[in-house]
């Protein structure tokens, strides 16, 4: 077993981290989606970097080398403080996971395991009940593994008309005991 340390990406990592998402959508989401969507995807950009200016966003690495990324932000960014400031307890929107990948070099080694759990473990800490996310459809299997339930589908428009379709799933991160205590 390779030792897995997980830590915040922050901007410096940007290039790296883009260059990996690339890889994993080549090698990994092949098969899944025609080799021009993925470009296309690669090429509207494969992560939101302003992830990396706060604390929400994580990449998994070995000795030094990067074996994958992941994150979260809450659902509208800025909404969840806004609500607290109008009412004191609101009840909180969903948080997102954002953009998982892992090299395909460390595919199946419980790499993208390793991120989900710091991940939902931040989005519990941050007080959300339930999280939300948007599966390629090379992610779903590992999702539903993690307890994900599968949604409506998506579809998101890229550049050159092409579109690539997905799936909305969501998870309870928090029980109804706990939530209301
Ligand atoms: C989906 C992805 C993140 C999984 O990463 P990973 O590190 O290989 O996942 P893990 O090793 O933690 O897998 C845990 C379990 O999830 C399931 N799983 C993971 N990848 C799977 C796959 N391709 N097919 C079927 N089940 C899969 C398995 O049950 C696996 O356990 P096992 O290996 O003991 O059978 C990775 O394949 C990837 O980056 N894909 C390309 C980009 C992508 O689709 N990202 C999702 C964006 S929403």
Redesign the pocket.
């Known amino acids: 077993m390779m030792p897995i340390k997980i830590r915040t990406a922050k901007r410096a990592d940007a290039s790296a981290l883009v260059a990996m998402h690339a890889l ?2 080549r090698r ?2 092949r098969g899944f989606y025609e080799p021009e969507v993925l470009e296309a995807f690669i090429t509207q950009g494969s992560m939101d970097l302003s992830l990396l200016d706060g604390d929400g966003y994580f990449l998994a690495e070995s000795n030094g080398v990067l074996l ?1 990324s992941g994150g979260w932000s809450p659902d509208v960014p800025g909404y969840h403080a806004a609500l607290k400031r109008m009412n004191g307890a609101p009840s909180l929107p969903k948080a997102m996971v954002r ?4 090299h395909p070099n ?9 991120l989900m759990t710091r991940i939902e473990a931040e989005i519990r800490a941050a007080g959300f009940h339930s999280a939300a ?4 459809l ?2 779903i ?2 999702y539903r ?2 307890g994900w339930r599968g949604g409506l589908p998506v579809v998101v428009d890229l550049p050159g008309g092409h579109s690539m379709v ?1 799936l909305s799933m969501t998870k309870q991160l928090l029980g109804e005991l706990e939530a209301a205590a």
């Open positions: 994993s959508l990994l989401a994958g953009s998982v990948f892992v460390a595919a199946r080694r419980g790499v993208a395991s390793a996310l948007h599966a390629t090379s992610g299997p590992f593994r993690h997905g």
